[in-house]
Each structure stands twice: as structure tokens, then as C-alpha cells.
């Protein structure tokens, strides 16, 4: 198990900015692919974005594909997710994870879980 703790999270104006940060601590951060989940008020968790252990591949949700962008620092134990174009509907709980799974987009794949950053976008 790996123990994830996140940050970065706040208020922003439609169209501004936010960047979260991941750390980990525990067994090797990067023998694990990693990813952002979020989750609104009475809706599921639903993925955001994810990228592979060597941070070469990533992958994106529709709903922010173009505007947000995963990335990772190995040797500092972190992923970060850097939030752009904000929109109201991006307001949500933001959860980093991770998974022993190379790249996946399934929930149920990820067995380590920070606990979560609120994002609120104002419009």
C-alpha cells in the first residue's frame, strides 16, 4: 500500500486556474500508475485523468481533455494535475490514486486513495 496525500485544492473563477498536488510515501511511488478521480455531490466518482508509471502515457476524460494535463515527478513522489479553463461543473471533490495497474481508467483498479481536495469554480 502506498499513502496519498493531496493538496492544491480551493476556489477559482470560471476560467481560472488550479494545480493539485499528489505526495506519496510508502513502497515505490513509481512501480504504480497513477490517477485523479473526482466526485460532486450526490454523483459517482468518476475518472478524470491517469498516466503510467513512467509518466510517458496519459489519458483524459472527455470532460477535460484539452484543459487539464496529469504529469509526475518520480523522484519527488508526486503527481500533480494542472487545471485549466475551469468550469462550474468541474466543482467537485478531487481524489488522487493509485493503482498497480499500468494506465486504467476503472475505479475499482486503484487501491490506494488520498483524501481528497475540494475544487470549487465560481462562475
Known amino acids: 500500500q502506498v499513502q496519498l496525500v493531496e493538496s492544491g485544492g480551493g476556489f477559482a473563477q470560471a476560467g481560472g486556474s488550479l494545480r493539485l498536488s499528489c505526495v506519496a510515501s510508502g513502497r515505490t511511488f513509481s512501480s504504480y500508475g497513477m490517477g485523479w478521480f473526482r466526485q460532486a455531490p450526490g454523483k459517482e466518482r468518476e475518472f478524470v485523468a491517469a498516466i503510467s508509471r513512467t509518466g510517458r502515457a496519459t489519458y483524459y476524460s472527455d470532460s477535460v481533455q484539452g484543459r487539464f494535463n496529469i504529469s509526475r515527478d518520480n523522484a519527488k513522489n508526486t503527481v500533480y494535475l494542472q487545471m485549466n479553463s475551469l468550469k462550474p461543473e468541474d466543482t467537485a471533490v478531487y481524489y488522487c490514486?493509485?493503482?498497480?495497474?499500468?494506465?486504467?481508467?476503472?475505479?475499482?483498479?486503484?487501491?490506494?486513495w488520498g483524501q481528497g481536495t475540494q475544487v470549487t469554480v465560481l462562475s
Open positions: 490514486a493509485a493503482s498497480t495497474n499500468a494506465l486504467t481508467t476503472n475505479v475499482l483498479s486503484y487501491g490506494s
